[in-house]
């Protein structure tokens, strides 16, 4: 039988990154959209690009080494669960100055963010293809 080779690591930070990272800039781009003023030179992405990045590092170094089924799921379900609705709050939480200035965290999250009709759909997108990439290489490195 011949002996299958793992994935390449910078497939798999390709991949991963591009599962996140493309909802992520999708969401921005119908985020800002929906305003009147459109900041050309806005950076509210520096923060959870370097986020996502230690989450994929973190991922290609926990995945080898997982044998626990809820900790795997806690890392394949919950973190992009929480990164993403993170970079959407940050997203968010950088342009509220367009609604007024009287926006609490909570008030961003709730009614910037989550009340929105492409959270849901863009969030779920995000977090199986995310899912998707890490089981594909939780399974090449478990072989």
């Known amino acids: 039988m011949s002996k299958k080779k793992p994935i390449s690591k910078i497939i798999y930070v390709f991949a991963a990154l591009l599962s996140i990272w493309a909802t992520i800039l999708i969401f921005q781009r119908?985020?800002?959209?929906?305003m009147d003023y459109y900041n050309p030179y806005n950076n509210e992405?520096?923060?959870p690009l370097f986020i996502c990045l230690f989450?994929?590092?973190?991922?290609?170094?926990l995945i080898p080494k997982m044998k626990n089924k809820i900790f795997?799921?806690?890392?394949?379900?919950?973190?992009?669960?929480l990164l993403i609705s993170y970079a959407f709050f940050d997203?968010?939480?950088?342009?509220?100055?367009?609604?007024?200035?009287?926006?609490?965290?909570?008030?961003?999250?709730?009614?910037?963010?989550y009340s929105k009709t492409y959270f849901i759909p863009l969030l779920l997108i995000g977090m199986s293809l995310n899912f998707i990439v890490n089981l594909w290489y939780y399974n090449s490195k478990a072989k």
């Open 30 to 34: 119908l985020f800002l959209n929906d």
């Open 45 to 47: 992405l520096v923060f």
């Open 55 to 61: 989450y994929i590092s973190l991922c290609m170094w």
């Open 72 to 81: 795997r799921n806690f890392i394949f379900i919950v973190s992009p669960l």
């Open 91 to 113: 997203i968010a939480d950088s342009n509220k100055i367009e609604f007024g200035t009287t926006w609490t965290a909570s008030d961003v999250f709730i009614e910037l963010v």
